[in-house]
Nanobody, 126 residues
Framework: QVQLVESGGGLVQPGGSLRLSCAAS????????????VAWFRQAPGKEREFVAA????????NYVDSVKGRFTISRDNAKNTVYLQMNSLKPEDTAVYYC???????????????WGQGTQVTVSS
């Protein structure tokens, strides 16, 4: 079972930036990090878990929810087994626990993703 560990969350003022990291390890036999698309979801208190961004195994294609387009960038370094989420121009409505997750498929649905990290808190407040 793949293990995912997020880091990089914290408290930031509106308009500020954070970079989240997701480190992957313990791949199943015959699978490597390139076999997994990786996504970031977020969940605010009292709300459902929401898709934020995803990137293909090769890193050649990324997909974003409309509310973060132009502000967030997802990227990956397969040599380091790490996926990043660069978050710029942060808004209070971006406040949530951010989760890293992986799938051998592709899409925005929570049900597609088999492996989840423990989450990292992002708080945007003045």
């Amino acid at each position: 079972q793949v293990q995912l560990v997020e880091s990089g969350g914290g408290l930031v003022q509106p308009g500020g930036s954070l970079r989240l990291s997701c480190a992957a390890s313990r791949f199943a036999s015959r699978l490597t990090v390139e076999h997994y698309a990786v996504a970031w979801f977020r969940q605010a208190p009292g709300k459902e878990r929401e898709f934020v961004a995803a990137i293909t195994g090769s890193g050649g294609y990324a997909n974003y929810v409309d509310s973060v387009k132009g502000r967030f960038t997802i990227s990956r370094d397969n040599a380091k087994n790490t996926v990043y989420l660069q978050m710029n121009s942060l808004k209070p409505e971006d406040t949530a626990v951010y989760y890293c997750t992986g799938t051998t498929g592709w899409g925005r649905s929570v049900s597609l993703y088999q492996v989840w990290g423990q989450g990292t808190q992002v708080t945007v407040s003045s």
